[in-house]
């Protein structure tokens, strides 16, 4: 999950096929962000991939940090970002990096790949650890269980400037235990090298409202409000710490 090769075309495949316009979406979260907290100055992403969001956030705020836990994806972002932006290695049910932030932001439904209820509560509670009274936290879920739709296929395709293309064709269905399973298949071809392709498997957490209330009430977090996402088909949690 997420190793060199996805890591590799993952900027190529979100910026084309699925054109996402990172440079709105981190206005966006500032204005939501300081909507409720007018003087917030410092920003933590956690799972911040390839700091896409962190380049644009690091414009609005004084201080931005990130927390990744793939290695390749984490690389990508050092490089992107420079030194004056630290992206820390961790696990968002773990990390610790040794300071409080006025905001934290959990994106692209990264929250999903925790794989219980418990987990997911031990995440709210390191989320509200680098919090700092009144601090601000913007999560973006996963699918809902009456949301997801197994046995349905996605497909897209990508062109670099360079000549390059990757083409994705991913299957959508579920585990015995109720999970999302995603099987996504990769052609990847590179002028003057040739073509791959692989695949990878992403099994991912479908929590209901109810699960995500309880986690963020049980870390401190009040009052939760869902604010509508950047697609139709999800929603995004944000709360403030003992607000």
Not at 18 to 27: F, H, L, R, T
Not at 151 to 168: I, L
């Amino acid at each position: 999950m997420y190793d060199q090769n996805l890591a590799g075309v993952y900027d190529l495949i979100y910026g084309v096929a699925v054109s996402k316009d990172y440079v709105a979406e981190a206005g966006e979260l500032a204005e939501l962000i300081r909507s409720r907290r007018p003087e917030a100055s410092s920003l933590l992403d956690v799972a911040c991939g390839t700091g896409q969001h962190l380049l644009h956030l690091r414009d609005l705020f004084e201080h931005v940090e990130g927390v990744e836990l793939s290695a390749d994806m984490r690389a990508i972002a050092a490089e992107r970002l420079g030194p004056q932006t630290p992206v820390h290695a961790g696990d968002m049910r773990t990390f610790d990096v040794g300071r409080k932030f006025d905001a934290i932001t959990c994106l692209f439904s990264s929250i999903g790949y925790v794989q219980s209820v418990e987990e997911l509560r031990a995440t709210l509670r390191r989320f509200a650890a680098h919090l700092e009274p009144g601090g601000v936290l913007v999560l973006e879920p996963w699918f809902a269980p009456d949301a997801w739709r197994p046995g349905t296929v996605h497909d897209g395709v990508a062109e670099a400037p360079d000549g390059r293309v990757v083409m994705r064709l991913s299957y959508s269905d579920v585990t015995p235990e109720g999970k999302s399973l995603t099987t996504m298949h990769y052609l990847y071809g590179e002028p003057g090298v040739g073509v791959r392709h692989w695949s990878d498997e992403h099994v991912m957490s479908l929590f209901t409202d109810d699960e995500y209330g309880d986690a963020f009430t049980a870390a401190g977090f009040r009052p939760l409000q869902l604010v509508t996402g950047w697609r139709v088909d999800r929603h995004r949690l944000v709360a403030t710490l003992g607000g």
